[in-house]
Structures are given as C-alpha cells and as structure tokens.
C-alpha cells in the first residue's frame, strides 16, 4: 500500500507527490542571481543536483508503513574544522622573509635544515624568492640580501648598501617572470575550481599566467639595462675587514 509522498516539492492534483526535489523545486541548482553572474549556481546539496525528491526518489508515492514525517531525520554532522595552512615554523619564516632587509647566515643554519626536515622546500623557496646570497663587502657578513629596486641590497648592521652583479640581476629578472605569471595564474584557476569550473579554472589560469608573464618580461627588458648603468657607477667594493694580527700573504 502507497500514500503520496509528503517530502516532494508540491502535491499532485489528483493525490500524490511530483517527485520533485522540496529545495530545488526540480531544478537541480540552488543560488541567487549573484551566483549566475559569477558563474552559475551551485549543484543542490539535497537531491546531488538530479532534481529528484531524495524521499521517493521521483516516483511521487512512498510506502504507507513507512511514513518519512514520522521518521527521525538526522542532522548532518558538524563541519570539521580547517587544518591551518602553514605551520607555526613556515609562519615564523614567512615573517623573517617579509620584515627582513638582511637574513643572517645563522638564522638560515637554524631554519632551512627545520623546514627541509618537515618536507617544506616550497616554503624555502618561496621566502627567498626575492633574495640573493651574497657576502656583505664592509664587514664580510654572509647571509641573504632582500633585492630592492634595480638590485639594490641593504646591510643595515653596517650600513653597507649596494648592488647586485647584473649577471645575477637578469637571473633574477627572468625567475620573477616565471614566479609571477605563476602566482597570478595559480590564484586565478584556484578561484574557478572554488566556482566549480575545473575546465574553465586551467584556461583562464594559463591565459593570465601568460599575460602576466609577459608583462613581467618586457618590464624586465626595461630594467636591466637601467641596473647596468646603475651598477657601473656604484662606488669601488670595500674589502672585508680583518681581525687585528691577521695579514695576507706577501709574495
């Protein structure tokens, strides 16, 4: 023995359910007009986007013994909560990479083996994308240097400042092309797959990652030869200071 189905979306005329989902009225979407302009709403959570009634399935009718009002609908289970992005050693380091004119050669002892040791050679990588190692010419401190301007590089423990060798600053110029064409690319595929726009996600992240990549590189066509002059002029590098007592060798 069947009843119509109290779970549909509506009931027939002549008695029953129309088998259509209650949420999406048989749609298959739920949203708002702001979902269709970003893109198109989102598949219904009750019915999985067929549009059925998930009581009776579409048929319309259920079986009398069992009458879904009388049964106990469980609540879903209460969303677990996000897993931090970065771990409190890469937030430490992400924080040394941004505040830092110059990064001792020390700290990067302490913090390169820490996090290779924890399989985070991204976060390396990514913290000193905007450095350069080098060996100041004042004090001969070693360490990495944040890259400014035209490759400048900054000392502020003894107030050396300088810059770069314009080998090392066309090396620079090119990986920034990769780093930001892939940044702007990644951002933008991440924020379609969000949508639910997977093929759509890869061409729009390749595309910007092209235009961006471009522009990064006829930007750098202008730099470089500016550095080169920059650096021609710089004033004589300073040899490192010696302790007292030591001598170089005489021939």
């Known amino acids: 023995m069947t009843q119509g189905c109290p779970d549909c979306a509506s009931t027939k005329l002549f008695g029953g359910g129309n088998g259509k989902c209650a949420a999406c009225y048989g749609s298959g979407k739920v949203g708002t007009i702001a979902d269709d302009i970003a893109g198109g709403k989102r598949n219904c959570s009750r019915c999985g986007g067929n549009g059925q009634c998930r009581t009776c399935h579409g048929t319309g009718v259920v079986a009398a013994a069992a009458r879904p009002t009388e049964q106990k609908r469980q609540s879903p289970p209460p969303p677990k909560a996000a897993e931090p992005s970065a771990t409190d050693l890469e937030k430490e380091w992400y924080g040394i990479c941004n505040r830092s004119a110059f990064i001792p050669q020390h700290v990067l002892d302490y913090y390169i083996p820490a996090l290779k040791a924890r399989g985070k050679q991204v976060a390396i990588a990514v913290g000193l994308s905007d450095f350069h190692a080098h060996t100041c010419p004042k004090c001969g401190e070693q360490g990495q240097f944040k890259i400014r301007f035209l490759g400048?590089?900054?000392?502020?423990?003894?107030?050396?400042?300088?810059?770069?060798?314009?080998?090392?600053?066309?090396?620079?110029?090119?990986?920034?092309?990769?780093?930001?064409?892939?940044?702007?690319?990644?951002?933008?595929?991440?924020?379609?797959?969000?949508?639910?726009?997977?093929?759509?996600?890869?061409?729009?992240?390749?595309?910007?990652?092209?235009?961006?990549?471009?522009?990064?590189?006829?930007?750098?066509?202008?730099?470089?030869?500016?550095?080169?002059?920059?650096?021609?002029?710089?004033?004589?590098?300073?040899?490192?200071?010696?302790?007292?007592?030591?001598?170089?060798?005489?021939?």
């Not at 759509?200 to 990652?209: H, Q």
């Not at 550095?227 to 060798?249: D, E, I």
Request: hydrophobic content about 40%.
């Open 152 to 251: 400048r590089l900054e000392h502020p423990e003894c107030q050396w400042t300088g810059y770069m060798g314009t080998g090392s600053y066309i090396g620079f110029q090119i990986a920034q092309i990769f780093h930001s064409g892939i940044r702007a690319g990644g951002s933008m595929k991440e924020n379609s797959d969000n949508k639910g726009d997977r093929s759509g996600g890869w061409i729009n992240g390749i595309l910007v990652f092209l235009f961006v990549g471009i522009f990064r590189a006829l930007l750098a066509v202008v730099l470089i030869p500016v550095h080169t002059l920059v650096a021609l002029f710089q004033p004589a590098k300073l040899a490192p200071n010696l302790p007292r007592g030591s001598s170089r060798s005489a021939s």
